[in-house]
């Protein structure tokens, strides 16, 4: 500990040994099916020199590149730390084709990497996640690796409280963290949006590390959608409610209101971080003002969502915030709709809810400790992640994969059919 302290303060005061370096990379999906975009960090600015990916079909011949830009930005920590964002997309890729890639510029590059550009024809493979740091969710990182490297899953979804937090140590937790997930997150697309951890000063750094897709409002990785086969994923923020931000809640509720009318896809996939339903030590369950704002709403100031959801039959919602797995029957209106097989679920009259908190984080909660409550299906205390499967048009399944060790253990597989 005093040696990393020592290294810390020599970082601040006279800056990182080949500070140039390029780290931090990982991929993200841009929202166009035949882009890939790259985004990586560097500990110094590249004066005078341009940031870009080059790429290829094999790792001798990458012979295909794409410009960079660089965004420098100050750490909100008492010395101001600035780092240095580039980002850049591969444009005109072919599904199901592996690319080979390195980033950097003309003062360092990368390793090589690669990815599969994925093929929206075949079923979607995604690891779906809240809550996740170095500190408590290590084998749930090492469960990722080892998953990723048997090509298991095609993209993943970080549900908010990412590292815990980004910003601590003048943001030097962040670079930890960014550099951890790197074994996976720079081969698979690695999908953020913002918890309570991120709020700190105007969610400063998952404006800053990240490339979301643009939803044309803020365009600040926030809150987004993309399409992906069968599926419209929404990505919503709910700390701009328990913030109180009502310009910023508006603004979001109408961008909303018109990305699901605009939706054509068979299946809708909503997540934010803040639950609206599940189990917990109260007899009400998670009924906190700050996290059911985002659902009832607050006269004209806040607009609620769940009514909004409902109405566009919204087929499944997760959440994370609570550090623990639980599914639950579909509902509405806090009353669920229960059916003879809970582990096959068909043509659901609201969205099945599934909280997926329990990846990594510091304070874990076991389910023998909570108030079941009446909707409640599965409640599960291992640390894991929620496994999802979209097959077609008709059926997706979940799961929920406990970490324990790096092969693996499934224990709540649920089917979703639909007409």
Same mark, same amino acid.
């Given at each position: 500990?005093?040696?990393?302290?020592?290294?810390?303060?020599?970082?601040?005061?006279?800056?990182?040994?080949?500070?140039?370096?390029?780290?931090?990379?990982?991929?993200?999906?841009?929202?166009?099916?035949?882009?890939?975009?790259?985004?990586?960090?560097?500990?110094?600015?590249?004066?005078n020199?341009?940031?870009?990916?080059?790429f290829?079909?094999?790792?001798?011949?990458?012979?295909?590149?794409?410009?960079?830009?660089?965004?420098?930005?100050?750490?909100?920590?008492?010395?101001?730390?600035?780092?240095?964002?580039?980002r850049?997309?591969?444009q005109?890729?072919?599904?199901?084709?592996?690319?080979?890639?390195?980033?950097?510029?003309?003062?360092?590059?990368?390793?090589?990497?690669?990815?599969?550009?994925?093929?929206?024809?075949?079923?979607?493979?995604?690891?779906?996640?809240?809550?996740?740091?170095?500190?408590?969710?290590?084998?749930?990182?090492?469960?990722?690796?080892?998953? +990723? #490297?048997?090509?298991?899953? !095609?993209?993943? %979804?970080?549900?908010? =409280?990412?590292?815990? $937090?980004?910003?601590?140590?003048n943001g030097?937790?962040?670079?930890?963290?960014?550099?951890?997930?790197?074994?996976?997150?720079?081969?698979?697309p690695?999908?953020?949006?913002?918890?309570?951890?991120?709020?700190?000063?105007?969610?400063?750094?998952?404006?800053?590390?990240?490339?979301?897709?643009?939803?044309?409002?803020?365009?600040?990785?926030?809150?987004?959608?993309?399409?992906?086969?069968?599926?419209?994923?929404?990505?919503?923020?709910?700390?701009?409610?328990?913030?109180?931000?009502?310009?910023?809640?508006?603004?979001?509720?109408?961008?909303?209101?018109?990305?699901?009318?605009?939706?054509?896809k068979?299946?809708?996939?909503?997540m934010?971080?803040?639950?609206?339903?599940c189990?917990?030590?109260? +007899? #009400?369950?998670?009924?906190? !003002?700050?996290d %059911?704002?985002?659902? =009832?709403?607050?006269? $004209?100031v806040?607009?609620?969502?769940?009514?909004?959801?409902?109405?566009?039959?919204?087929?499944?919602?997760l959440?994370?915030?609570?550090?623990?797995?639980?599914?639950?029957?579909?509902?509405?209106?806090q009353?669920?709709?229960?059916?003879?097989?809970?582990?096959?679920?068909?043509?659901?009259?609201?969205?099945?809810?599934?909280?997926?908190?329990?990846?990594?984080?510091?304070?874990?909660?076991?389910?023998?400790?909570?108030?079941?409550?009446?909707?409640?299906?599965?409640?599960?205390?291992?640390?894991?992640?929620?496994?999802?499967?979209?097959?077609?048009?008709?059926?997706?399944?979940?799961?929920?994969?406990?970490?324990?060790?790096?092969?693996?253990?499934?224990?709540?597989?649920?089917?979703?059919? +639909?007409?």
């Amino acid at each position: 500990m005093i040696l990393r302290l020592l290294l810390a303060t020599f970082v601040v005061c006279f800056g990182a040994v080949n500070s140039k370096k390029v780290e931090q990379v990982h991929l993200s999906l841009s929202g166009n099916p035949d882009e890939m975009v790259v985004t990586w960090l560097t500990q110094d600015p590249l004066p005078n020199v341009t940031p870009y990916v080059a790429f290829g079909l094999t790792k001798d011949d990458l012979r295909l590149t794409a410009k960079g830009v660089s965004t420098g930005w100050a750490d909100q920590g008492k010395h101001g730390v600035m780092r240095y964002t580039h980002r850049a997309t591969m444009q005109k890729l072919v599904p199901g084709q592996l690319y080979y890639y390195q980033v950097g510029s003309s003062a360092a590059m990368s390793d090589t990497f690669h990815f599969r550009q994925p093929d929206q024809s075949l079923p979607l493979r995604a690891a779906i996640f809240g809550d996740l740091s170095i500190y408590k969710g290590q084998q749930s990182i090492d469960q990722l690796i080892a998953a +990723k #490297k048997e090509n298991q899953f !095609d993209i993943i %979804i970080h549900i908010g =409280d990412l590292a815990y $937090d980004l910003h601590d140590q003048n943001g030097s937790t962040g670079d930890d963290y960014m550099n951890a997930i790197e074994p996976f997150a720079a081969y698979v697309p690695y999908m953020v949006f913002a918890g309570n951890h991120e709020v700190d000063s105007n969610f400063n750094h998952i404006v800053n590390r990240f490339t979301m897709p643009k939803n044309g409002v803020y365009d600040n990785n926030l809150f987004w959608s993309f399409d992906y086969g069968f599926v419209h994923f929404v990505a919503l923020n709910s700390e701009y409610y328990a913030e109180e931000m009502s310009k910023e809640t508006q603004q979001q509720y109408k961008w909303l209101e018109q990305d699901l009318a605009q939706n054509t896809k068979k299946w809708t996939i909503v997540m934010f971080h803040r639950p609206w339903y599940c189990s917990s030590k109260k +007899k #009400k369950g998670c009924h906190d !003002d700050q996290d %059911i704002l985002s659902r =009832d709403g607050l006269k $004209d100031v806040f607009p609620g969502l769940e009514e909004l959801l409902n109405q566009h039959k919204v087929d499944l919602i997760l959440y994370g915030h609570k550090h623990t797995y639980e599914r639950m029957w579909p509902i509405y209106n806090q009353s669920p709709f229960k059916s003879a097989d809970s582990g096959h679920i068909k043509n659901a009259p609201a969205p099945v809810y599934i909280l997926t908190g329990g990846a990594g984080c510091h304070s874990h909660e076991d389910p023998s400790d909570h108030i079941i409550q009446d909707f409640s299906v599965k409640a599960l205390g291992e640390y894991g992640y929620t496994f999802l499967t979209v097959y077609n048009s008709t059926h997706l399944s979940t799961d929920f994969v406990d970490t324990s060790d790096t092969t693996g253990k499934f224990l709540d597989p649920f089917v979703l059919e +639909k007409n």
